[in-house]
T-cell receptor
């Protein structure tokens, strides 16, 4: 079991460019979560899916951010027109019950 | 909304000494939240250390303990004798009845254990 896999580990984009982050959950886990971590805000919940259906996106910024889960083996977080304040570590987690298993994260740097 | 407060951003303790990392919480939903401690060791991903879902109960793992105190709305993490290998960042978290699937995290406490 490789755990939750996130790619890329590091991504650098220029202001205004698009960034797509990938997550492969643990096989058999029914829920996938996205969190964002910054020094100022800490760990913030963004959104989650259960059985591929979007359940709660209350933490997602209303503009420029979107998440999809087209199949049970991966989820994506897309940020359009990236801004310097989007720089953060984006964490994906999957779960079967109430324990979350986190990936190593993608560090996004917007220049 | 729900929130978790960890007052210490960094803690340094000498090996074999005792440790307490403070955590208090506020949950808006009726009923009692589930409480968790997660840990990130250097170079590793965030992982569950322990959880308690019943008020008044104690959870334990790897020598760490935390008691769910609903009167004080606290869930402090304690260890009687720390080791260098305990050096890590510790996060307190909760999920509440409105959505037990979503965790809300504290800001984290970086523990450094000195030899």
């Amino acid at each position: 079991n490789a755990g939750v896999i996130q790619t890329p580990r590091h991504k650098v984009t220029g202001k205004g460019q698009e960034a797509t982050l990938w997550c492969e959950p643990i096989s058999g886990h029914s829920a996938v979560f996205w969190y964002r971590q910054t020094i100022v805000q800490g760990l913030e919940f963004l959104t989650y899916f259960r059985n591929q259906a979007p359940i709660d996106d209350s933490g997602m910024p209303k503009e420029r951010f979107s998440a999809q889960m087209p199949n049970q083996s991966h989820s994506t977080l897309k940020i359009q027109s990236t801004q310097p304040q989007d720089s953060a570590v984006y964490l994906c987690a999957s779960s079967l019950a109430d324990t979350l298993y986190f990936g190593a994260g993608t560090r996004l740097s917007v220049l | 909304g729900d929130s978790v407060t960890q007052t210490e951003g960094q803690v340094t303790v000498s090996e074999s000494k005792s440790l307490i990392i403070n955590c208090t919480y506020s949950a808006t939903s009726i009923g009692y939240p589930n409480l968790f401690w997660y840990v990130r060791y250097p170079g590793e991903g965030l992982q569950l250390l322990l959880k308690v879902i019943t008020a008044g109960q104690k959870g334990s793992s790897r020598g760490f303990e935390a008691t769910y105190n609903k009167e004080a709305t606290s869930f402090h993490l304690q260890k009687a004798s720390v080791q260098e290998s305990d050096s890590a960042v510790y996060y307190c978290a909760l999920s509440d009845m409105s959505n037990y699937n979503v965790l809300y995290f504290g800001s984290g406490t970086k523990l450094t254990v000195e030899p």
